[in-house]
């Protein structure tokens, strides 16, 4: 007789080949493309004279990213009730590719409404197309090790998006200031447009998903509960947070570090691409060692790496770039493993929710896991800079009172160097290893069967 019980669906093998691999991790790049001109050059650029005042960029910038709040648990959820990932990251090139066209290449007259609404669709497709691809990812393997070679080789690919975007205008031989922002804006948002397209068509037919059978899931705000029930995923998720703000805060203040500290602002540029090399070539070497040791072990030892070299750099004076590139190699190296083994482990983390809840909610996870993520990122120029400015520092200014560097110091240096330290103590003892991790797809698999 033949059996009633539904068919399995197909699951893609669990070592990937590398041409999957690169199919998978190849839209990262225009993606990552955005990161510099969303952050760097929009501001100076829409900040211009006969443009809008700071306040007003700023105010449109705060405004729309409350909108993340709401649009990123509810894709998320969607994602995962669809069954399927495929659709959301298709659909997301419209609104991606017209609100970043109307940021770089406005109407000469466009204010504070037209950047709020291209800029508003901006974040509506990265939202929509960024966390199915996340939970895609998370998805594309059961196996513990392979789901960081996974991360490992999109993340490969987010390094070498921002490795371009800051390469690329020195390239073309543009220069500073608003008019120099503005080419860089239009040059990289060209760039990412072309590219996106058929890069995600490629990753469209050339990848497995796994689909799974729509389900009657909980509320939104009852899933929620649920997810924040889940105690590693807590841990994990404030570490995340933690140390996003540890890599924020050197992020936000680099700039014044080169120009007030070692006194060489020619030679930011430089240091920065060297910073994400190192960070690329570190991927695989962690991706390695977790193989070795586990995954939360080998971050745990790139955060120490990172920690590290934050302590020399208040040994550091004019003049002395030589010995700030070498150490952002080294932080540098570090930053790969930040990249690519935590939402590794976040896959595992899913699987206990998916035994405990009988659901795949890969999306509504990486949702909170991005907000979180966005959380610790604004938070570092939200404590740095009042901070500063408090101590009495003044950017572009020829002489800093040294009571300021020594702020500016310590907000680059010593205080991510401490929350490196408490993130490293939150993972030691954290739950899912390799052993665990596949007992719980055991028992998932024997609950399937059943």
């Avoid at 390094?159 to 220069?175: E, K, R």
């Avoid at 995600?200 to 929620?224: D, G, I, M």
């Avoid at 936000?252 to 190192?278: E, Q």
Wanted: with cysteine; net charge positive; glycine share 8%.
């Amino acid at each position: 007789m033949a059996s009633s019980r539904p068919a399995a669906p197909d699951r893609p093998d669990p070592a990937l080949s590398r041409a999957r691999l690169l199919a998978y991790a190849a839209p990262a790049i225009p993606l990552a493309l955005l990161g510099i001109p969303l952050t760097v050059y929009l501001p100076a650029m829409w900040t211009a004279p006969g443009r809008l005042s700071l306040a007003a960029v700023g105010a449109v910038f705060g405004a729309v990213r409350l909108l993340d709040v709401f649009t990123d648990p509810l894709i998320g959820r969607i994602s995962d009730r669809l069954g399927r990932r495929k659709p959301l990251i298709g659909a997301a090139l419209i609104p991606l590719a017209l609100g970043v066209v109307g940021l770089a290449f406005p109407p000469a007259h466009a204010g504070a409404i037209w950047l709020a609404a291209a800029f508003a669709l901006v974040t509506l497709g990265w939202t929509m197309l960024s966390l199915p691809y996340q939970a895609w990812g998370a998805e594309l393997s059961d196996d513990y090790a392979e789901r960081a070679r996974i991360t490992g080789w999109r993340e490969s690919g987010t390094v070498a998006g921002i490795t371009l975007s800051a390469a690329l205008p020195a390239a073309f031989g543009i220069s500073g200031g608003a008019d120099g922002a503005a080419a860089s804006m239009r040059l990289l948002a060209a760039l990412s447009v072309a590219l996106a397209p058929p890069l995600v068509v490629v990753l469209l037919r050339a990848v497995p998903e796994r689909p799974h059978r729509p389900t009657r899931p909980a509320p939104l705000l009852q899933a929620l509960k649920i997810a924040a029930a889940n105690r590693p995923f807590r841990r994990l998720l404030l570490g995340w947070a933690v140390n996003g703000l540890a890599n924020g805060l050197p992020a936000a203040l680099f700039f014044a570090i080169m120009a007030s500290v070692l006194r060489a602002p020619a030679a930011s540029g430089p240091v920065l691409l060297a910073y994400f090399l190192s960070a690329l070539a570190g991927i695989p070497l962690w991706t390695a060692l977790a193989r070795r040791i586990g995954k939360h072990r080998a971050w745990i030892g790139a955060m120490a790496v990172m920690a590290a070299s934050f302590a020399f750099v208040p040994l550091l004076g004019p003049g002395d770039v030589t010995a700030f590139a070498v150490i952002s190699l080294v932080s540098g190296l570090g930053y790969g493993a930040d990249l690519s083994l935590p939402p590794a482990i976040q896959a595992d983390v899913v699987d206990l929710d998916e035994l405990e809840s009988g659901e795949k909610r890969a999306g509504l996870y990486f949702a909170a896991w991005t907000m979180a993520q966005k959380a610790g990122n604004a938070a570092a120029p939200a404590l740095a800079l009042p901070l500063l400015q408090w101590a009495g520092y003044r950017s572009g200014a020829a002489e800093n009172p040294h009571g300021a560097l020594l702020v500016l110091l310590g907000l680059y240096c010593l205080l991510p160097l401490v929350l490196k330290l408490s993130v490293m103590a939150l993972m030691w003892r954290f739950p899912l290893n390799a052993a665990e991790q596949a007992r719980l797809r055991a028992a998932i698999a024997a609950r399937a069967a059943a």
